[in-house]
């Protein structure tokens, strides 16, 4: 399997994973963790692949997006040592702090929609440190703060978490 469709599945399965809880299992906590958990898994276990044997030296691939007149926008990846560093700590961290979700979220009344969060604000994370271009990291960089609002906003009706959630969106 060639590194583009490696990095491609580190980066769509936790957006899969939150489009699956969001349209079927946001009613059903078990399933949505077990989903939003796999996929940090799965991600964990493709970064460690790729930091501990795929990855070969600095990488890119680009595929063209759009162009106006001679500036072309291109969306792709970009793998160096640090940018192998953060997928490293992303993917670790993405999946114990969903571990430690379990756990302390158990008797939440809202687990689908905190997991499709979780597994969303990791996909934006993950887009940032495989991002290309200054074009894909500010796209990623607006989806980390999105996904921030729905993760501080997951008691909306507290008010303090709905003044802070419109603060870190801002």
């Given amino acids: 399997m060639s590194l583009f469709y490696v990095l491609s599945w580190i980066l769509l399965l936790p957006l899969a994973a939150a489009a699956l809880i ?12 077990a989903v939003s958990v796999g996929s940090a898994l799965a991600v964990l276990g493709l970064s460690l692949w790729v930091i501990l044997g795929l990855y070969t030296g600095p990488w890119e691939a680009a595929l063209p997006w759009f162009s106006i007149g001679s500036l072309e926008f291109s969306v792709g990846y970009f ?7 953060l997928l490293g700590i992303v993917s670790f961290l993405g999946f114990w702090v969903q571990i430690f979700s379990i756990g302390y979220l158990h008797q939440d009344a809202s687990l689908g929609r905190y997991f499709a969060g979780i597994s969303f604000f990791t996909f934006a994370m993950l887009g940032i440190v495989l991002a290309r271009n200054l074009w894909m990291i500010f796209f990623f960089w607006e989806w980390v703060g999105l996904g921030s609002y729905a993760l501080i906003a997951h008691y909306w009706q507290l008010p303090a978490a709905a003044l802070a959630s419109r603060k870190a969106f801002i």
């Fill in 79 to 85: 793998l160096n040592p640090p940018a192998l560093l």
């Fill in 22 to 33: 969001i349209g079927f299992f946001r009613q059903k906590p078990l399933w949505a963790q």
